[in-house]
């Protein structure tokens, strides 16, 4: 099962070419640029875990690139997503999100239904990785 958060998630995965465009763009508006990864990708999970700072005074794609490089080769089997904030005042948060990297294999999530008082249903989800292994483990 395909995880599909943040923009461009419903299509192919982006090359190093594509992403480097894609920062260009955020740079020439200001952006800043982050770099996360996590090994829990549920949907209501927003807070991944930061590599490194943001890089709000960087104007080259390529340090971006780099720092992403280090990221892929420290947690080359975890979701790692760059984030662009927009720092302006009146915005001041995330204005783009896109994963740049996948586990080789994703196991997708389960349903769990739950019955409540007076016959209401109650549904969630949870992943399959962290069913099979704890927070740091899972691929």
């Known amino acids: 099962m395909r995880i599909t958060q943040g923009t461009f998630s ?4 982006l090359s190093d070419a594509q992403i480097v465009k894609q920062i260009d763009c955020c740079l020439a508006k200001g952006w800043a640029i982050g770099i996360e990864y ?20 960087i ?17 080359p089997s975890h979701y790692i997503r760059l984030t662009a904030f927009d720092s302006t005042h009146g915005t001041e948060s995330v204005v783009l999100s896109f994963i740049v990297n996948r586990p080789a294999a994703e ?10 008082p007076g016959r209401t249903l109650r549904y969630s989800i949870e992943s399959y990785s962290v069913q099979r292994a704890s ?3 899972r691929y």
């Open 38 to 57: 996590t090994d829990d990708p549920h949907p209501r999970n927003t807070y991944w875990e930061m590599f490194g700072n943001p890089m709000f005074d």
């Open 10 to 13: 419903f299509l192919p995965d």
């Open 135 to 137: 927070e740091g483990q």
């Open 107 to 116: 196991p997708g999530f389960r349903l769990i239904r739950t019955e409540e």
């Open 59 to 75: 104007g080259d794609a390529a340090g971006v690139m780099l720092e992403l490089k280090s990221c892929r080769k420290s947690f």
